[in-house]
């Protein structure tokens, strides 16, 4: 059969009626595919008609194609059709719930775990608004309850004393202003005054818990942890906490201090965040590293009691700790906030920036030096992504604020505010007069790494212990950690920061010069 018989009138006619976007209509493409199968029955093939075979074997494939875009065209168009639908339906519930003076996005879905933090008014249009399993953006937008939100935390630690941060100045008519944000209007840019007022811890309910720390072989501080830990249970009713080397020097003394609570392992000390609402250190800044080194994560408010040497993180005196507890107890008392560095080692080995050790949190220093080496360090320092310089010398310091007034200080660096944020970048004797301090912003990123050139390994100690090896190829990554430890102050940041390098340090003490001697005329 000749091919010119596709194009005769009957059931094998090809150019039936047309969709509206000049596909064929689904009639049209199931009659295609019957009258090709027909023809193909009906007339016998000769071997000579090889070629008509392929040309019925393509349109029958054509023929199935069209089938099924027709079909998914007729689908398509449902469900727009159904989403139109669902519009309208909306569109006009939002329209009569506005003409009643209710807001469309008050409402809330049926999962238990959005219903627990949404608004309690927000459940009668739930169904509508969210569906049963559904999503909506107010669930993300809308503001949280803070108090509901308090009280779903008081209720699963009920030992814990919730508490609040705020800005505060010094005198109701102060002229200072605080402002948050970095503001241009017509051309001029207003600086962001950022450190104008102090923060002020204010208890929200009664702390009922409190760890004790000692400085240890110390008989005055063993006998004021007696004096203290008798003062707080029978005259303020609180639970307290001691390391268990404190508690059994406590049952030595006597069975009365059975009340007394400890921990036993690492696992317990990690959930003390949990259970403590006040941490008291009594000895030096050492213990208070040492109180900070013990949370890895969130840190209870501290009340740090001199009894050490110099004392640059220690306001309050031994001597009157029943009014300094008393205030403390009662609040609200101001805070500093003391940065802490997170650090990761990187092996060479390490098959990513991922793949490091466990982190080490800081409150002074991390000290990066050549150990007994007799050579000199080789350290290569990174900021971000950029090049800082090359260390030669001793070593280098990377400091927080607080440790501004430890080694750093003593290798040159700069006294810093412990409430300014900032990362300080100290060498340690470089081999070169022009190497000076650095101070970083504390949302950098700071890599110290061991070329492999380098003739010999290089130590990283955190607080000065926990000293580790770093060999050729290996580096240590320094970040501003997310959790400062707050301590209490005895006035308030800025004059605690004043009298300690006063006291401590007699900074700038000199005789004052003569009032007799050659004047001016």
Same mark, same amino acid.
């Given at each position: 059969m000749p091919p010119s018989k596709f194009n005769s009138a009957g059931e094998g006619n090809f150019s039936g009626p047309m969709a509206d976007n000049g596909l064929f209509n689904a009639n049209s493409l199931l009659n295609s595919e019957k009258a090709v199968q027909e023809l193909l029955e009906r007339s016998p093939l000769m071997e000579t008609d090889d070629h008509l075979i392929e040309f019925s074997e393509a349109l029958r494939t054509v023929a199935k194609a069209l089938r099924k875009a027709a079909e998914g065209k007729a689908a398509s168009q449902a469900e727009a059709a159904e989403w139109k639908r669902k519009f309208e339906l909306e569109r006009t519930r939002n329209l009569q719930l506005e003409h009643k003076g209710q807001s469309p996005v008050e409402c809330n879905g049926h999962n238990n775990k959005r219903s627990r933090i949404l608004s309690p008014q927000a459940t009668e249009q739930s169904e509508w608004c969210c569906g049963s399993n559904g999503i909506c953006s107010h669930e993300i937008l809308q503001d949280r309850d803070i108090n509901s939100i308090s009280q779903m935390a008081s209720k699963k630690y009920t030992r814990k004393a919730p508490f609040k941060l705020s800005w505060c100045c010094n005198g109701e008519h102060s002229d200072r202003h605080k402002h948050d944000v970095v503001s241009f209007e017509k051309g001029n840019i207003t600086t962001a005054e950022r450190s104008s007022r102090? $923060?002020?811890? #204010?208890?929200? %309910?009664?702390?009922?818990?409190?760890? $004790?720390?000692? #400085?240890?072989? %110390?008989?005055s501080v063993r006998i004021l942890c007696f004096e203290m830990v008798r003062w707080l249970r029978e005259h303020k009713g609180l639970h307290i906490y001691v390391e268990p080397r404190v508690k059994s020097e406590l049952l030595t003394?006597?069975?009365?201090?059975?009340?007394?609570?400890?921990?036993?392992d690492d696992k317990e000390i990690m959930l003390l965040h949990t259970k403590v609402d006040l941490v008291v250190t009594l000895g030096g800044d050492g213990t208070v590293l040492w109180a900070a080194s013990m949370f890895k994560g969130p840190v209870p408010p501290l009340v740090p009691f001199s009894l050490g040497s110099?004392?640059?993180?220690?306001?309050?005196h031994s001597e009157h700790y029943k009014e300094c507890l008393d205030s403390v107890l009662k609040g609200p008392i101001s805070i500093t906030l003391r940065h802490r560095l997170q650090c990761h080692v990187i092996r060479d080995a390490a098959r990513n920036e991922y793949e490091t050790e466990e982190p080490i949190l800081v409150l002074n220093e991390v000290t990066i030096d050549r150990g007994i080496s007799s050579y000199l360090t080789n350290l290569e320092c990174y900021c971000d992504s950029s090049f800082v310089t090359c260390v030669q010398g001793d070593g280098l310091i990377?400091?927080?604020t607080s440790g501004s007034t430890a080694y750093s200080l003593a290798a040159g660096g700069s006294m810093v505010h412990p409430q300014v944020p900032g990362i300080l970048f100290t060498p340690i004797c470089p081999h070169s007069l022009s190497f000076r301090p650095l101070i970083f912003p504390e949302y950098v990123t700071i890599r110290i790494q061991v070329p492999f050139n380098s003739r010999g390994?290089?130590?990283?100690?955190?607080?000065?212990?926990?000293?580790?090896?770093?060999?050729?190829?290996?580096?240590?990554?320094?970040?501003?950690?997310?959790w400062p430890v707050?301590?209490?102050?005895?006035a308030d940041s800025t004059n605690d920061f004043l009298r300690s390098i006063h006291d401590g340090l007699h900074w700038n003490l000199r005789k004052t010069q003569s009032f007799d001697g050659p004047r001016d005329t």
């Open positions: 102090q $923060i002020s811890l #204010k208890w929200e %309910s009664q702390p009922q818990t409190v760890l $004790i720390l000692t #400085k240890p072989n %110390s008989i003394e006597s069975d009365y201090y059975n009340f007394v609570h400890t921990w036993k110099l004392g640059f993180m220690t306001p309050f990377l400091s927080t390994h290089a130590w990283a100690s955190f607080d000065g212990k926990d000293r580790k090896q770093l060999a050729a190829g290996d580096a240590l990554v320094c970040s501003m950690a997310p707050p301590t209490a102050c005895q």
